[in-house]
């Protein structure tokens, strides 16, 4: 087969939308799955809906990466978004024509370099991980390139403050709350470290705008198992496919001037700028991972494997919505007609059947995630209810404390638990793993309150939640006594 470039779209006949030339308006850290599935395809869209008429050169963040494969393709590659809508099943299929090309700076610092002196640049874009936003005083402004990102660019923002030209609207996406104000931070220490001067400080503060921003979107990326089957079916060999759910949610941090420049609403697409990200943050945070975090190990102690099958059990699927409609929900601010709505996209999207996201591969760290996922919505309920304690989520730590006591063996950096025959693997901090080990003869009581007694799982508020540890004790005996899974048909049952 032909491999994926404009000419073999043109001799194919191809009738979808493509931009073949328009200014690079965009400079793009990153050029993994993730980005190429949401922001682009969305810089795409807004080419074609609303005529942004811009191109997103990229730029690997480290040395190797996929600038060789996204050349020899011009920048294209098929995007596949599959998921359920509506109660529907949906499985688009776009070529995505947003990128002009794809710049290795440990190759050809210079060309980087040199997109500062673009005139039409206008937005930045990164996502380099969470471990991507550090500032790494090892880093020198004569590298070529830095390491660290934020390093890279500051010395990008220090060619163009020297160009004379204006500065940048820049959208961090990595996972990190902050972002935006963290990426600024860190070009400020580089600036003190590399002494550039007040006059360069003052440059950067007045005109770049370092908007923090929360991004949603599940990205599986190169369907390695289909892709022969899919190329055929598409006629040309892409060697860049990519696949993402069909649900996506981009909210930027920022004043509304944003959208002057960046036509998000005359594109129809789901990307809000707001002045505050934290109560979409909160939201995200407390109902989708927070409904994860609440009910897979129940439900993997129940004999489920996969979210897509607890979706389609009618305990389990009650018990999640029974967590997130009257335990989470009300303890959120924004509209509670959004806040439903969300929940309703939630649901399909844990319903996706072409994503097999397994139970234990979330569980991995639930002391951290139920922590900051599970244990706000909890104090929150408390706090507005009088002292009433919620059931799902206090039965969810229940649940979590008998995955984890499950663990009688040690294992490979894990510990090892039991689900009638099988062996699963419980995976946490190595601190936390060690604590469980040290009690795992403890009765159901002593666990409970040792457990719920470790300032440093929790600090104090469990502990002095009135009537917590006895609830989670009692829920524990329900499970020892009908199993796990009837026991959630128990909760479940109750008003």
Not at 64 to 89: C, F, H, V, W
Not at 156 to 174: A, K, V
Not at 219 to 227: F, M, Q, T
Request: with cysteine; aromatic share 10%; net charge negative.
């Amino acid at each position: 087969m032909q491999k994926l470039n404009y000419r073999t779209l043109r001799e194919q006949g191809y009738e979808g939308y493509l931009l073949e030339h328009a200014p690079e308006r965009v400079l793009q850290f990153g050029e993994g799955n993730f980005l190429r599935a949401f922001a682009d395809c969305w810089f795409d869209l807004m080419n074609e809906r609303a005529g942004f008429n811009g191109k997103v050169v990229v730029s690997q963040p480290i040395a190797p990466g996929l600038a060789d494969k996204i050349n020899a393709q011009e920048g294209l590659y098929t995007l596949l978004l599959r998921g359920m809508e509506n109660g529907e099943s949906v499985d688009r299929r776009r070529v995505i024509s947003a990128i002009s090309r794809c710049l290795n700076p440990y190759e050809d610092y210079q060309a980087l370099l040199d997109c500062a002196k673009n005139p039409d640049l206008r937005f930045l874009v990164s996502n380099t991980t969470e471990a991507g936003i550090v500032y790494d005083p090892a880093c020198g402004a004569k590298d070529t390139p830095p390491s660290s990102f934020p390093a890279k660019l500051t010395v990008f923002l220090h060619e163009r403050y020297q160009t004379g030209l204006p500065g940048f609207i820049i959208l961090s996406c990595e996972l990190i709350d902050h972002n935006g104000d963290e990426l600024k931070k860190c070009v400020h220490q580089y600036i003190s470290q590399w002494e550039l001067g007040d006059a360069f400080r003052e440059w950067v503060d007045r005109e770049n705008l370092f908007c923090s921003t929360l991004v949603d979107r599940i990205v599986p990326g190169y369907p390695r198992a289909e892709a022969d089957g899919i190329c055929k079916q598409l006629g040309y060999q892409d060697d860049l496919l990519d696949t993402g759910e069909v649900f996506g949610f981009w909210v930027i941090e920022g004043p509304q001037s944003i959208k002057e420049e960046l036509p998000v609403e005359a594109a129809s697409l789901p990307i809000l700028v707001v002045d505050d990200v934290t109560p979409y943050k909160q939201r995200k945070v407390r109902i989708l991972n927070g409904a994860h975090t609440s009910f897979i190990m129940a439900a993997y102690l129940s004999g489920q494997d996969i979210v897509r099958d607890c979706m389609q059990d009618e305990a389990i699927r009650g018990f999640m919505n029974r967590t997130i409609y009257d335990e989470i929900i009300p303890t959120l601010d924004l509209p509670e007609e959004e806040l439903r709505g969300f929940a309703s996209q939630v649901a399909e999207r844990f319903a996706n059947p072409f994503i097999d996201h397994q139970l234990l591969s979330i569980s991995l760290n639930s002391t951290s995630k139920w922590r900051a996922r599970c244990m706000p919505s909890l104090l929150e309920y408390a706090a507005r209810k009088e002292g009433a304690l919620p059931p799902c989520l206090t039965f969810s730590f229940a649940a979590y404390l008998c995955f984890y006591h499950n663990g009688q063996e040690r294992g490979d950096g894990c510990l090892l638990g039991k689900r009638g025959q099988d062996t699963y693997e419980i995976r946490d901090d190595q601190w936390a793993l060690d604590f469980f080990w040290e009690h795992r003869a403890d009765d159901d009581a002593a666990l409970a309150h040792a457990v719920i007694a470790n300032e440093r799982m929790w600090g104090k508020e469990l502990l002095s939640l009135p009537g917590f540890e006895e609830v989670v004790v009692r829920d524990m005996a329900l499970i020892r006594e009908k199993g796990m899974y009837e026991a959630m048909k128990t909760l479940v049952s109750q008003e």
